[in-house]
């Protein structure tokens, strides 16, 4: 009899996954194909029939939702037991090892996310002398943003060290011809090449940098936390063996998802006598830009197929989707060559074809009238509902615009976009709630005042010194202001944006300003928030019309 608990009915692919024993195993799961049930199913099987004791048994996922999902599972399904089980994100899991094993000096380090990070480099630019590139100093936010901190995750996620980047420097060729064969990915019509060489060298620096800002403020962020979780496994054999002792049996969720620094510190643990189950599908690999890529799934393969109990499972049977839709997914699929194929079918007990997927080519204008249409010949020939009815667009413009034309045509709509205060204008008003409180995040939502507010060529962004301030004229701001114009040499510390506009116009240029708020700014604000904003709104009225 296939394996069964409570309302769960194992089919013989989910069963095989489940009862095999604790070995390498790699179960290639389809979308909607019950992957995390079987994965959680299979925990429970190898616990209740004592192959394995829970305390020896860590589970890995990758997101917060995932683990708090995965732990009330596990707890309806196993009992008790399930308490005894490490559950958790690969970022809490790495954290847990440098907080039980790491310097005891960094125990009680800050953890610094993106918004942290954002506002810590943008009112510390200046600082960063060492800037060559014309690019990142004409937009430093747009570099913060868009290189900077992207740059640090994939450095962290590729265990490398400073020193290994500035070797890989030196091979570097001040060429067009060469950064188009070493980088054949890059756009030549959206590429500075006169600058790329000293956007390699800044953000080799600025890394450096940060790193030892991190260190001197006692601070830590998620890149932080796996590649010092590496190097504690990797340098001190007393750590590694109390790990492999305790974490005898790895569970891996969305495996795909996986990267190389993630797998460096899986495999330190699982190298001898390996209990570990993964779970992925190049397919839904949706963290590339992370470094997740179809060489999870080879390396693991490669890596424990010569395990005599090494198996490799497919689940295809779909329960979410009708055979044409399936169909359809599984001819797109197919044309990539990177992957294990497989092709998704429906359950036997569950053949419904359903309607063919029909692809109408239209632009925006056309699909805005072409859709109310649509929904009213399915409505009113009595195939479906309105309340059976999904409009998914892309972007937020798209929804709007989509729920705008049905409301004119009648067609009752329910708005959903995302979560409400993910919603950018909703984080810039709670910034300034924070901010007019003066309560103890209000510091945090700084990016969110400032940052939209970044290079609008030839106006300035604020004209609000400080010193302005009457109960605050011992305050100075020779910092506060940075005009760019050309090269390094060219930015000019101000203490008043007329003097900006002085020089633009004596040298007839057309020029453009950012706002680099420091702590004279924070101050000023905290302690005279009304004035500030009085000054602050008449400006930009007067300017940015």
């Not at 301030?469 to 114009?485: E, G, I, R, V």
Request: overall charge neutral; glycine content about 4%; charged content about 25%.
């Amino acid at each position: 009899m296939p394996y069964s608990n409570g309302k769960f009915k194992a089919s013989s692919r989910q069963d095989k996954a489940i009862t095999h024993p604790p070995s390498p195993l790699m179960i290639i799961a389809g979308a909607g194909t019950g992957k995390t049930s079987t994965l959680l199913h299979r925990i429970r099987h190898l616990i209740v029939s004592n192959s394995i004791k829970a305390n020896h048994v860590l589970l890995l996922t990758f997101t917060d939702k995932a683990t708090a999902e995965a732990k009330q599972t596990i707890l309806e399904i196993l009992g008790d037991k399930a308490n005894s089980i490490f559950i958790g994100t690969f970022h809490s899991f790495c954290h847990s090892i440098i907080r039980r094993y790491g310097p005891k000096s960094r125990i009680k380090d800050v953890l610094w996310k993106e918004s942290d990070i954002l506002f810590y480099l943008i009112n510390h630019f200046n600082d960063m002398d060492f800037i060559q590139s014309r690019v990142f100093s004409e937009n430093p936010i747009k570099a913060i943003r868009e290189s900077f901190i992207p740059f640090f995750g994939r450095v962290s996620d590729e265990l490398l060290s400073p020193k290994e980047l500035e070797s890989k420097l030196k091979d570097i060729e001040n060429s067009q011809y060469w950064f188009l064969d070493n980088f054949p990915g890059i756009h030549p019509g959206n590429t500075q090449f006169n600058d790329i060489v000293y956007q390699l060298q800044d953000l080799v620096n600025a890394f450096t940098f940060f790193q030892k800002a991190k260190r001197n403020l006692n601070a830590l962020d998620f890149g932080d936390m796996i590649l010092n979780c590496y190097e504690i496994l990797k340098n001190d054999v007393s750590v590694l063996q109390k790990v492999r002792s305790e974490f005898k049996h790895i569970f891996i969720d969305e495996y795909q998802d996986n990267n190389y620094a993630l797998n460096k510190i899986v495999n330190l643990i699982t190298k001898k006598d390996p209990s570990i189950t993964v779970v992925g599908d190049e397919d839904q690999c949706i963290y590339s830009f992370r470094g997740a890529n179809y060489y999870n799934i080879e390396d693991f393969r490669n890596r424990y197929n010569s395990h005599q109990e090494y198996a490799e499972i497919a689940l295809i049977e779909n329960r979410r989707s009708t055979q044409n839709i399936l169909d359809l997914a599984n001819a797109v699929i197919s044309n990539n060559s990177d992957r294990t194929p497989k092709m998704l079918k429906c359950l036997p007990d569950e053949i419904n074809s359903g309607p063919k997927p029909l692809w109408i080519q239209a632009n925006k204008e056309e699909t805005l009238e072409r859709l109310p249409e649509l929904i009213h010949m399915l409505v009113n020939s009595r195939e479906t509902l309105y309340g059976d009815i999904a409009v998914i667009c892309r972007g937020w413009g798209n929804v709007t615009a989509a729920a705008d034309a049905m409301q004119k045509s009648g067609i009752p709509v329910d708005i959903h976009i995302e979560k409400f205060f993910d919603v950018p204008i909703v984080k810039d008003v709670l910034a300034w709630g924070h901010l007019i409180l003066k309560d103890e995040i209000a510091r945090y939502g700084m990016p969110n005042i400032f940052g939209p507010a970044v290079s609008l060529s030839g106006r300035i962004l604020t004209g609000i010194n400080p010193s302005d301030l009457s109960p605050a004229n011992k305050l100075t701001s020779s910092q506060s202001y940075y005009f760019t114009h050309g090269q390094k040499d060219k930015r000019i510390p101000v203490h008043h944006y007329e003097y900006l506009l002085n020089y633009a116009n004596k040298n007839n240029i057309q020029a453009s300003f950012w706002l680099i708020p420091d702590a004279y700014h924070v101050d000023a604000m905290f302690k005279y928030p009304d004035e500030y904003g009085q000054k602050m709104k008449k400006f930009f009225e007067a300017n940015l019309k």
